[in-house]
């Protein structure tokens, strides 16, 4: 099983709105990652947890909130956004040696 | 200056031939090596991962790394309109949990 769940699957919002992306994995996977990815563009890693604490934050304004509950799952919290926010989030796992990446299905927001 | 290098495309090529997909890194530290497809509107799937020089074949897709000239391809064989998508390269640099991804090379199989 290498399925990595993403909800919601689209998501509209206003810029005045919070509203939170969720993600979960069940591979025992102990990194998990947010990118965002624009059309046409590459993936574009945003932050990741290892072993549930944050070790890498892209530089990413702070209306984008990691949190990671517990080992299986990972939330992006969202305020405040910009239109210029509008993407596809995908969240990702790995195993920490092993180094395959495997991608959830995505959010698609947009921000109106 | 960019991690991973790939041409954007697109590259044409007709069904049944075989679609060859290049991508450079400039990390000599990185140690493992991916192929991903992408068609539009989805997420990224794992299709190769490739850790050591030389040829990894899994059906009709080999990937080859050569670590000296920090290169890495992908090979598609008996290339088919469904392999129409756009590929992406990713690099790792081990002890690290960031990986880096190419810009991507889009891929068209003409029927």
């Known amino acids: 099983d290498t399925e990595v769940t993403q909800t919601p699957k689209h998501l509209v919002m206003g810029m005045t709105n919070k509203k939170s992306l969720k993600c979960e994995q069940h591979?025992?996977?102990?990194?998990m990652y947010w990118y965002k990815q624009k059309a046409k563009k590459p993936p574009e890693l945003m932050f990741v947890?290892?072993?549930?604490?944050?070790?890498i934050n892209e530089s990413v304004p702070s209306r984008f909130s990691p949190e990671c509950p517990n080992s299986s799952l990972l939330n992006l919290h969202l305020h405040a956004l910009q239109p210029e926010d509008s993407a596809l989030y995908l969240c990702?796992?790995?195993?920490?040696?092993?180094?395959?990446?495997?991608f959830g299905s995505g959010t698609q927001l947009s921000v109106l | 200056q960019k991690e991973v290098e790939q041409n954007s495309g697109p590259l044409s090529v007709p069904e049944g031939a075989i679609a060859s997909l290049n991508c450079t890194y400039s990390?000599?530290?990185?140690?493992?090596f991916f192929w991903y497809r992408q068609y539009s509107g989805k997420s990224p799937e794992l299709i190769m991962f490739?850790?050591?020089?030389g040829d990894k074949e899994d059906g009709r897709f080999t990937a080859q790394l050569n670590k000296a000239s920090q290169y890495v391809s992908l090979l598609i064989r008996d290339s088919q309109p469904s392999d129409s998508a756009t590929y992406l390269c990713?690099?790792?640099?081990?002890?690290?949990?960031?990986?880096?991804f190419g810009s991507g090379t889009k891929l068209n199989v003409k029927p």
């Open positions: 591979m025992g996977h102990r990194a």
């Open positions: 990702a796992s790995s195993q920490d040696r092993q180094a395959k990446l495997f």
């Open positions: 990390d000599r530290g990185s140690q493992s």
């Open positions: 990713a690099v790792k640099v081990d002890n690290f949990n960031k990986f880096y």
């Open positions: 490739i850790y050591s020089n």
């Open positions: 947890y290892s072993y549930e604490k944050l070790s």
